[in-house]
């Protein structure tokens, strides 16, 4: 298998990385696009709402229009848009240095009542995809100096908590955390790293109305600070994982959580 990587080559701050990011339109998503724009990288983010894309685009014509953000209306599910993804992205820059692993769903927030229906969507979004657009990307990303990949994972993955409600969401992410550390062991001989993020609870669209339980799992979990953990702290985790001081960093998960994950 070939490689085209420069092993221990590394980037600066600035030099127009090459950053595909899924579901970018709102939440974590928006935080991830905002932090590596303003790294001076370029931008490629989707997501199956276009009224949801809009608010990219009001918030940045300017980077649209010198084709540092590229914004397409797609389905992570979806084979046929995965290939268009990724023809855009060599079309645009060629290769690809960063893909995050951002957009993710929870059906249903009752895990004795979720149906097969329920579990099918939420592992074919939470963690089929993502392995998918990981395998389609690999051609562009072994065309980098210094590959890495993000999966946006979930302290739901890693014990039954009681704040965790939907079974098949803990099981998608848990099987995205193995997922993770299978890839960065398969992935290293090509020099591309791959880690996990696993954010405590980020108040974003995910939780829909959930106030009370956002409340609650803050008050119970984030044993830190009691508050919710800011799009812009996930964001400056994410800037590190890919950057060169994190060149030993691959197969790890990295808590964002405030000490969810403690107890
Ligand atoms: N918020 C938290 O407390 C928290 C905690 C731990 C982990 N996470 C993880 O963080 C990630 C981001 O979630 P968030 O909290 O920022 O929620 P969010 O605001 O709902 O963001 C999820 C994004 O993913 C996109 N998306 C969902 N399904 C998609 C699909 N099939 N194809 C393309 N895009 C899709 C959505 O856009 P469309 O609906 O327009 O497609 C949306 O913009 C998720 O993986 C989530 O599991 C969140």
Redesign the pocket.
Known sequence: MSTGCHQGATFETGQGRMVCI????????TGLVAAFLAAGDRVCT????PE?LDLLRNRWPAAIARGQLILLT????DATFRDQLIRLIRERGERLDILVN?????RASSGLEESPEDWRLTLE??LI?PYALIQASLPLMSKSPSPAIIN?????AQQPFDTCTSMA?SAS?AGLDVMTRRLALALAPRGIRVNGL??????????GEETELIAATVAKRHVLHHRAIKVEEIAAAALFLVSAEAGSITGSILNVDAGYTLG
């Open positions: 899924s579901g970018g339109a709102s939440g974590i998503g989707f997501g199956r709402s949801k797609g389905d992570v599910t951002n957009a993710g769903i929870i979004t939470n995809a946006i994972s979930s302290v739901c969401y992410k696993a954010p405590g609870v980020v108040v974003t669209d995910i939780w």
